[in-house]
């Protein structure tokens, strides 16, 4: 899956939390969520100043949702739930939890969530 492909997957899939996505899907759809900030804060700082990040905001509460979704669809590939997702709201070791599970590789074969991501018309191999 490419950069592009990972945007407009979770762009269109804007907030379907049921299936699975696989870890290129996840990462650059978070690489492209990062870019997106930081070229937003730095046009805030260019037009507004360094106190008013409202280009920063938009960009953020736009892309909360999606950025949620994914992450519950990638949880759903390693054959947990959704509700994992929650765990990130443990300071540091959350967020560490849900690193090391996210760089896993997701389960082979349909689980409860679905069937594999490639088996759904992607003939790439399994990243």
């Not at 049921?18 to 870019?35: C, D, H, Q, T, V």
Request: contains cysteine; proline residues 6%; positive net charge.
């Amino acid at each position: 899956m490419t950069f592009q492909e990972a945007v407009r997957t979770c762009i269109q899939k804007y907030v379907q939390f049921s299936g699975r996505a696989r870890r290129p899907e996840y990462w650059w759809f978070a690489l492209f969520n990062f870019l997106g900030s930081i070229i937003s804060q730095m046009i805030d700082r260019l037009l507004f100043g360094p106190d008013v990040g409202v280009l920063a905001a938009i960009w953020g509460l736009a892309l909360l949702l999606p950025s949620i979704a994914v992450g519950v669809r990638r949880l759903h590939d390693l054959e947990k739930s959704g509700w994992w997702l929650l765990i990130a709201l443990i300071p540091i070791i959350g967020f560490l939890v849900l690193l090391y599970w996210f760089v896993q590789k997701g389960t082979e074969g349909p689980n409860r969530f679905g069937p594999e991501p490639r088996m759904v018309g992607d003939a790439s191999p399994r990243v």
